[in-house]
């Protein structure tokens, strides 16, 4: 198992950047997939973005292709999702999960490890 913890949520108005970061802990960060989902108030958890093992294949949802970057650190054992262009309808609390395996997935069941989660309240 691996330990997620996330930073750099918080409230921002429409058209700012934020830039989250997930903290990874225990096995080996390369050995997993990592993903960022989000879940709004009264939805379920959606897909954002994930990227392979070495960085080299991202995949990203289409509300937010253009717009937000996934990118990950192997030597600091970090992902990170570079939030540009923010509107209020990307306010959620946003969480990196793990997946030990090769393949990017969208399916939240699909990914083992979660962190606790990180709001992104975005105003208009």
């Known amino acids: 198992q691996v330990q997620l913890v996330e930073s750099g949520g918080g409230l921002v108005q429409a058209g700012a950047s934020l830039r989250l970061s997930c903290a990874a802990s225990?096995?080996?960060?390369?050995?997993?997939?990592m993903g960022w989902f989000r879940q709004a108030p009264g939805k379920e958890r959606e897909f954002v973005a994930g990227?392979?093992?070495?960085?080299?294949?991202?995949y990203y949802a289409d509300s937010v292709t253009g717009r937000f970057t996934i990118s990950r650190d192997n030597a600091k054992n970090t992902v990170y999702l570079q939030m540009n262009r923010l509107n209020p309808w990307d306010t959620a609390v946003y969480y990196c999960a793990a997946r030990d395996r090769t393949t990017i997935v969208r399916t939240p069941t699909d990914f083992g490890s979660w962190g606790q989660g990180t709001q992104v309240p975005v105003s208009s």
């Open positions: 990227v392979s093992r070495y960085g080299r294949t991202t």
């Open positions: 225990g096995r080996t960060f390369s050995t997993y997939v």
